[in-house]
């Protein structure tokens, strides 16, 4: 369980950048996807208001997401949902000098998301509270989640349903007031992971873990021994708001499946 921040192997990922908050935010996360071929950029839902279409809908096509965006029930889901597609859009017109209104989220044979015109690059969306949180890289697959520090999982017990055995008897060592803040960023990348495998690859999260404070991250199998190589990196931040940001990201190397 690393602590927020830790460097790894592997490929380079800044911090995450709040955009929609004045300064140069938009031109260091341009610079970012440039040096590192990843970037991580959030907003509060308060910034970022989705623009209405003539037809109350959110402005640019929603593509498959129409569908999705009809079902959802109550004005907070609905406005969180479109936020975050316009924050994409956004990214779109700025990272990529595209047209936002034009830009789309689509979905692949597998259920990964990607924007329509940008097939080599991979997306990763999450969501807490207000917090809107996207990932985007060129090098091969993310997966991000955003979760609060205040989130109380070890009073409840969660740690038995979150946790390998290996990770348990680990966690179990520490002081007791590290134990909760542990937990929630061990689930916060375990959440990242499993999202970067995408749909139809998750495993239950007691079924594989991560390394201790010390070491680089990697996945490690219940028993603690290793379950990845440098194709995986892993990082984990703590936004002065009070929030974990994790991210998974996956570069194919050759000679492995």
């Not at 990922?13 to 929609?20: A, K, L, Q, S």
């Not at 990697?218 to 974990?244: I, K, M, N, Q």
């Amino acid at each position: 369980m690393t602590q927020p921040g830790n460097s790894t192997l592997g490929l380079p990922v800044g911090d995450p950048i709040e955009v929609d908050s004045g300064g140069d935010a938009w031109s260091r996360a341009r610079a970012d996807l440039s040096d590192h071929g990843t970037v991580l950029i959030y907003t509060r839902l308060a910034r970022l208001e989705a623009r209405p279409s003539a037809d109350g809908a959110p402005a640019g096509s929603l593509g498959r997401d129409w569908s999705r965006y009809l079902g959802l029930a109550g004005p907070d889901v609905v406005h969180r949902y479109a936020a975050s597609r316009e924050l994409l859009r956004r990214a779109a017109g700025t990272l990529f000098d595209g047209d936002p209104d034009g830009a789309e989220l689509v979905y692949g044979p597998t259920g990964r998301p990607y924007l329509r015109g940008h097939d080599r690059l991979d997306v990763g969306l999450s969501l807490s509270g207000d917090l809107l949180l996207v990932g985007l890289t060129t090098r091969g697959l993310i997966g991000v989640d955003v979760e609060s520090a205040e989130r109380q999982l070890y009073p409840q017990g969660l740690d038995r349903h979150l946790c390998t055995p290996y990770e348990l008897v680990a966690l179990a060592t520490r002081p007791e007031e590290q134990r909760n803040p542990a937990l929630v960023r061990l689930w916060n990348r375990k959440e990242a992971y499993r999202k970067a495998l995408g749909p139809g690859r998750s495993f239950d999260f007691t079924e594989f873990g991560f390394g201790p404070d010390d070491t680089p991250v990697r996945v490690e199998r219940p028993d603690g021994s290793a379950g990845s190589h440098r194709e995986w990196v892993f990082r984990t931040f703590e936004l002065d708001s009070g929030h974990y940001v994790s991210a998974a990201l996956y570069e194919p190397r050759p000679g492995r499946g």
